[in-house]
C-alpha cells in the first residue's frame, strides 16, 4: 500500500528539507523575517499547484478545492506587511500523470500536517500572525489525511505504480529543499 511506502522511502529526503526549515525558523526574529520565510513556501507551494492542476481534480479528489494551499501562504505574506514580489526561483519535478501529482501533493500535505509544530516554534519567537496556513485544518486534519490518503492509495495499485509516486514525492522534496538553499554547518 502507496500510503505505507511512502513514508519509508521519503524519509531522507524528508529529514533534508526539515533541516533546512528548522533552520530558517530559528533565525526568524520578525515579522519580515517570517515573511521572507513563508515566501519560500508560495512560491515552490504556487510551481507545484501549478503542474498538478491538470492531474488533481475535483473528480479525483472531492475536497480539493477546500485544502490549503498556495493562496493562504500569499494572505499570510499579505498580513504580516509584505507581498509576494522578490519571490525565490523555483524547479519543479516532471509532472506528467496522476500518479507523479500525488506524489507531489504528498509532500504538500504533509506539510500542512506538520504546520501545527511550526505556528508552535513561531509562538516562542513572539511571532503570532500569518499563520492560517500553517494552522492546518484544525479538527478536520486527521479527516483531510484520511481522504487525501485513501485517494493516493486506490491510484497506487502496482508496485511499478507505487514507485511512479515515491519517485515524483522524492523529488517534490529535493526541490522544495532546493529553494532554502544550502544549509551551513556549524561544529
Known sequence: MLSTSIKDATKEAHL???KKVVKKLKDIRSDAGYADFLKHFYAYFNHVEQAISP???TELLPDYQERRN???LKRDIEELGADVHGLPDTTVPEI???LQAL???YVMEGSIMGGPIIVKMLEKGGITKGVSFFSGYGEATGQKWG???GVMNAQAGTETEEAIAIQSANDTFSHFSEVFGPVSVVS
Open 16 to 18: 533534508e528539507l526539515e
Open 55 to 57: 492531474f488533481i481534480t
Open 70 to 72: 498556495s493562496a493562504y
Open 96 to 98: 506528467t500523470n496522476i
Open 103 to 105: 506524489g507531489a501533493l
Open 147 to 149: 481522504t487525501f490518503v
